[in-house]
Every structure is written in structure tokens, then in C-alpha cells.
């Protein structure tokens, strides 16, 4: 039986690093300031040729989220080199500069144990267009949904793997949550199995990690420290996890430079954002 990690002791290897306490106590308490500022959104993700917004076609993802550098909304379908790659990506606000210090520091480890370049295919035409930092980010909330009869929990990714270029960087912020890497069509039981703890970073990359193995988070655990809160109604947070990846720069699209078809599917989501937000409320502006 695979022993799972219990997430306090770093792991270094090519194309996987754990990284416990990474972020330091100041920085944890600045992000948890921040996330709890936001207004996170429950998106819906659409079948079907029409993709038309109703309940009908769609189903509500697994946890609020929200996306810093680039909003990919799941209506859209997510960037995807290379088939998916135009009309995905709206501009979304820049990262808080607690978040870039942290990723400044990170860029010996990726230059370590993740060769960038490893990532993309030679034939990429953008291969050069990546910078070797991230520049866009999906803000998880992790917990459990109150005042609907019996609360529901959220807790929980499911099975999947990235398609931006580049290496996915991970912050984990609260209650340790369960990350596991499985081949599906090799076993459905998972290759690592690993605790990621409040503070840590965890860096996939390579053909390993990031293009055969899928991940997933499946549990995560209850306690009272560190305290999150959240601007969402009705949602007992637990945990905060912040996984960052590469688009290049010129499939970032404002509001008004989107397609129609595109902007019919986002518009509420956008009016939602711009009622917290100078920045979409200004993407809204412009249309």
C-alpha cells in the first residue's frame, strides 16, 4: 500500500518539489488578508453544442474560485496549448506584491529542477513567449456550503491535468489538503499521495508530473488554525490553495476585445466581478 506523505519534509526531485513553510508566517498572514478581501464566484461548466447558460447543460464547479493575471472561465473552456488557445483568457487584476515576492524567490528552485523549456513542444511557435514566471493564477476556496439543509462540503479538486505551458506552482494556505498523482489508465490508485500544508509550495513540471500523472485533491482537514475568512455568504472556509500558470500575453484579451458569442456567456459573471472590483468594472467601461 502507497505511503502517503504526511507533507513535513520537503521533497526535491526533476519535474516535482515540495516545499514546506515556504511562506513565511508575514506572508501567510498578508495573503489570508487578501483572499479575504475577495469575492469569490460559483461558475458554472457547459456541455453541448450551444453552451448556453442553464441548469439544464451545466453544472456548478466543486468550490468558488477566483482568477488573478487572467480569468479563464469554464464556460469558455480553459487555455490549452494548442488546440484551446483564443477567446479564453480575459484580463484579470495583477498579483498583490506579497504573491510576486514569493514567486521572485522561487526562480532557484525552477531553474533547479524545472527546465521550462521541457514543457513546450519544439514546434510551438510561442515557445519563446512564456516568461519564466507565471503570470496568471486560479484561487481555490476550499470548505463547506451552509444554509441549504445539510451543508455540503467542497472540499475537493477533481482529476485533472494543466495545459498552459510551463511549470504549475501551488501555495497552500489553512488546513492541509490531501494531493494525490495517479495514471488512470495505468491504475486508479494513486503514485503519490501527499498532505499539503499551510504555508508550503509544491511545483509540478516535465512529461512526468505534468503531462502523464493527473492530480487531484480529495480531502481536506478540519481545525481551527489558522483562521480564514471569506466575503462569501453562506461558505465555511477551510483552506485557500493558489496554483499559478503561463498564457502567453497575447491571448489575454480585454472585455470588448472578445467575440460576442464569448462575452454573451461571461457578462453576468463579469457584472458580479465589477460590483467589488475598479478593474472589471473598468473591462465593463470599455465595452
Known amino acids: 500500500m502507497l505511503e502517503v506523505q504526511d507533507g513535513k519534509q520537503a521533497i526535491l526531485q526533476s519535474g516535482f518539489s515540495y516545499l514546506p513553510q515556504f511562506i513565511s508566517v508575514e506572508e501567510a498572514g498578508e495573503l489570508i488578508d487578501y483572499f479575504g478581501a475577495l469575492r469569490p464566484l460559483w461558475e458554472q461548466r457547459f456541455h453541448g453544442v450551444s453552451k448556453q447558460r442553464s441548469a439544464k447543460h451545466g453544472r456548478r464547479l466543486t468550490r468558488p474560485v477566483y482568477w488573478l493575471g487572467a480569468w479563464q472561465f469554464a464556460c469558455l473552456g480553459y487555455y490549452s496549448e494548442p488546440e484551446h488557445l483564443n477567446d479564453r483568457c480575459l484580463r484579470a487584476e495583477p498579483f498583490p506584491a506579497v504573491m510576486q515576492n514569493i514567486l ?17 513542444d519544439d514546434k510551438n ?9 507565471p503570470n496568471t493564477c486560479l484561487i481555490n476556496y476550499y470548505g463547506r456550503e451552509l444554509g441549504q439543509g445539510q451543508p ?17 506552482i501551488m501555495f497552500s494556505i489553512g488546513q492541509p489538503g490531501l494531493l494525490e498523482f495517479l495514471d488512470p489508465e495505468i491504475s486508479p490508485d494513486p503514485e503519490l499521495s501527499l498532505w499539503t500544508r499551510h504555508r508550503s ?14 492530480h487531484r485533491i480529495t480531502q481536506v482537514r478540519t481545525g481551527r488554525e489558522p483562521q480564514l475568512h471569506t ?16 498564457v502567453p500575453e497575447q491571448y489575454i484579451a480585454d472585455f ?32
Not at 466575503?231 to 503561463?246: P, Q
Request: net charge negative; charged share 30%; glycine share 4%.
Open 104 to 120: 521572485d524567490r522561487l526562480t532557484v528552485v525552477l531553474a533547479s529542477s524545472h527546465d521550462h523549456d521541457h514543457d513546450r
Open 256 to 287: 470588448h476585445e472578445l467575440p460576442d458569442n464569448a462575452t454573451s456567456q461571461i457578462a453576468d459573471y463579469v457584472g458580479e466581478l465589477a460590483l467589488h472590483s475598479k478593474h472589471y468594472k473598468d473591462q465593463l467601461a470599455k465595452n
Open 201 to 214: 509550495v509544491t511545483i509540478l513540471s516535465g512529461p512526468n508530473f505534468k503531462d502523464r500523472l493527473y
Open 152 to 168: 455540503r462540503d467542497y472540499a475537493r479538486l477533481r482529476m485533472h491535468r494543466d495545459g498552459e505551458p510551463g511549470p504549475v
Open 231 to 246: 466575503e462569501l455568504e453562506n461558505f465555511e472556509l477551510r483552506r485557500i490553495s493558489v496554483s499559478f500558470r503561463s
Open 125 to 133: 511557435d510561442n515557445k519563446n513567449e512564456t516568461s519564466e514566471l
